[in-house]
T-cell receptor
């Protein structure tokens, strides 16, 4: 069974701090790893990673994948109170028939940024 | 706001009621998904439709019945639900089978079963 584990489960930091969120996985037929940010409703897409060692960056957020060690990290620099959310890691794999794919989520990291 | 629209936003229903959740996207995506999310838990996959055909049913009880009338619409019909079915129901879509494209989620329907 596919497995995605995130750490830490929760984190409280001060505004301006840098944080690193971790995601490890065990997935058959891995295709990609995705990061989402969820505040109160819809998970919003952040990054999709398919290749090892290539950093993806968007503003203060960045992420990288290590397919050999089966993990990814999400970095947030100069955190702001608006970064407070649950950050979800998910891994994509095709189903056996090849007609569709599954996205399996980790339990998430709850980040709280305080003033 | 997202490009995947779900209605209603909130729904309260009794255990003997029949109701439907609706999801619509106009991004030309050909795969659509239903996820269930309990409080402080990650989303759990329920169903996947690919090119309007049901591709994955994650052993969901028959009181949940999905329907994909066309490539833009996805419904979830509810009947004889239990209180433990109360959750946030998220719809999502992706291009094709989505192996190289992300899922885009709607804001969800918060369902309470009394």
């Amino acid at each position: 069974e596919d497995k995605v584990v995130q750490s830490p489960l929760s984190l409280v930091v001060h505004e301006g701090d840098t944080v690193t969120l971790n995601c490890s996985y065990e997935v058959t037929n891995f295709r990609s790893l995705l990061w989402y940010k969820q505040e109160k409703k819809a998970p919003t897409f952040l990054f999709m990673l398919t290749s090892s060692g290539i950093e993806k960056k968007s503003g203060r957020l960045s992420s990288i994948l290590d397919k050999k060690e089966l993990f990814s990290i999400l970095n947030i620099t100069a955190t702001q109170t608006g970064d407070s959310a649950v950050y979800l890691c998910a891994v994509r794999a095709p189903i056996n028939t090849g007609t569709a794919s599954k996205l399996t989520f980790g339990t998430g990291t709850r980040l709280q940024v305080t003033l | 706001d997202t490009e995947v629209t779900q209605t209603p936003k909130h729904l309260v229903m009794g255990m003997t009621n029949k109701k439907s959740l609706k999801c619509e996207q106009h991004m030309g995506h050909r795969a659509m998904y239903w996820y269930k999310q309990k409080a402080k838990k990650p989303p759990e996959l329920m169903f996947v439709y690919s090119y309007e055909k049901l591709s994955i049913n994650e052993s969901v009880p028959s009181r949940f019945s999905p329907e994909c009338p066309n490539s833009s619409l996805l419904n979830l019909h509810l009947h004889a639900l239990q209180p433990e079915d109360s959750a946030l129901y998220l719809c999502a879509s992706s291009q094709d089978r989505g192996l190289n494209s992300p899922l885009h989620f709607g804001n969800g329907t918060r369902l309470t079963v009394t």
